[in-house]
């Protein structure tokens, strides 16, 4: 099976600018989420899609960064504007169900540089 | 804050060795996983472990939980070079509908060939 997907691998902008990730997860995963994860560190949860629905957007700050799942597919991850903490690998993930037993797949992730 | 924690941050062995990786958790949990990320790349799913259940075994790897401990290890037999990664426990402490799974720092294991 075709793995997730994501695109850009790498992106550097300066700070204040704004920045845009997308993600294709597996077919037929109705779970998807997105990570960030600062070097030297394990990814943190920024937000979790159930479909096109929100499951969990607890740690998502909500005055720069955005993200959507139109049709429950393919989803997109926004930044506006962008600070320089925001320099991370931003990685998108997906699992069958929204389960602790149904492990989750990853892509290789965008690795964003904020200067 | 982090629910798992990886010890040792670090860890370099000669290939043919064996490595083992712990991880401490605070809050109980319903089941623990290990993941491995290459440098680069994303992470990969390597072994689940239920609270129930009290060692399992997957090809070279072997896990162990001790939930009265809040512990886990993750044990490498006859490592290679190719093993040299960043592996990553998370714990599942999903309550209700509340789905949770929170990452560790994780450990850098380096095998010299």
């Known amino acids: 099976e075709a793995g997730v997907a994501q695109s850009p691998r790498y992106k550097i902008i300066e700070k204040r600018q704004s920045v845009a990730f997308w993600c294709n997860p597996i077919s037929g995963h109705a779970t998807l989420y997105w990570y960030q994860q600062i070097l030297g560190q394990g990814p943190k949860l920024l937000i979790q899609f159930q479909n096109n629905g929100v499951v969990d957007d607890s740690q998502l700050p909500k005055d720069r960064f955005s993200a959507e799942r139109l049709k429950g597919v393919d989803s997109t991850l926004k930044i506006q504007p962008a600070k320089l903490e925001d320099s991370a690998v931003y990685l998108c993930?997906?699992?069958?169900?929204?389960?602790?037993?149904?492990?989750?797949?990853f892509g290789n992730g965008t690795r964003l540089t904020v200067t | 804050s982090q629910q798992g924690e990886e010890d040792p941050q670090a860890l370099s062995i000669q290939e043919g060795e064996n490595a083992t990786m712990n991880c401490s958790y605070k809050t109980s949990i319903n089941n623990l996983q290990w993941y491995r990320q290459n440098s680069g790349r994303g992470l990969v799913h390597l072994i689940l472990i239920r609270s129930n259940e009290r060692e399992k075994h997957s090809g070279r790897l072997r896990v162990t939980l001790d939930t009265s401990k809040k512990s886990s290890s993750l044990l490498i037999t006859a490592s290679r070079a190719a093993d040299t990664a960043s592996y990553f426990c998370a714990t599942d402490t999903t309550r209700g509908s509340n789905y949770k799974l929170t990452f560790g720092k994780g450990t850098l294991l380096t095998v010299n060939p």
């Open positions: 993930a997906s699992s069958l169900v929204i389960s602790g037993v149904s492990p989750l797949h």
